[in-house]
């Protein structure tokens, strides 16, 4: 629900760098990345509370990658995960913690070195499709001086 990359920093983890995907429609992002890092993110995925709705949508998903570095594409066919959903969502999961089972198609690429990088991430499953690109200015970080 980021529409132009505001929010591409917050809640990051240590040692990679994850970019969102869209719930629909395209989306254009620019965001600062810490050089040094792998990114990865998803291409299409499905988030569901019922474990049968990822049967068949790997096989019937498409998902591709335009980025200098050379992206690894990884199907997930079932993975089970909990997550605390903020009331109003735009998935329509309930507030508080939800425990559901999401499959796709994912990608990691790099570490990236300092400089520009265009990434473009495309998905489709039957009808639907998203696409999200990435303007991305990977920056060099700051070493603490002293001890």
Same mark, same amino acid.
């Given at each position: 629900m980021d529409p132009t990359g505001e929010q591409c920093a917050k809640g990051q983890p240590d040692g990679v760098w994850l970019?969102?995907?869209?719930?629909? *429609?395209?989306?254009?992002?620019?965001?600062?990345? /810490?050089? *040094?890092? /792998? #990114?990865? !993110? +998803?291409? #299409?995925?499905?988030?569901?509370?019922?474990?049968?709705?990822?049967?068949?949508?790997?096989?019937?998903a498409e998902g591709t990658v335009s980025t200098d570095a050379s992206p690894e594409v990884t199907a997930v066919d079932t993975a089970r995960f909990e997550f605390?959903?903020?009331? *109003?969502? /735009?998935? !329509?999961? +309930?507030? !508080?913690?939800?425990?559901?089972? *999401?499959?796709? #198609?994912w990608f990691s690429a790099g570490p990236f070195s300092p400089g520009r990088q265009l990434l473009v991430l495309k998905g489709r499953h039957g009808d639907?499709?998203?696409?999200?690109?990435?303007?991305?200015? #990977?920056?060099?970080?700051?070493?603490?001086?002293?001890?």
């Open positions: 970019v969102a995907g869209t719930f629909s *429609g395209t989306v254009r992002r620019r965001c600062t990345v /810490p050089a *040094g890092v /792998p #990114i990865a !993110g +998803p291409l #299409i995925n499905l988030a569901s509370t019922d474990a049968d709705d990822c049967d068949g949508f790997v096989a019937a605390v959903a903020e009331r *109003g969502n /735009p998935a !329509g999961f +309930p507030a !508080g913690r939800n425990e559901v089972f *999401g499959c796709g #198609i639907f499709s998203v696409e999200a690109t990435y303007d991305l200015t #990977i920056k060099a970080t700051r070493r603490r001086q002293g001890g």
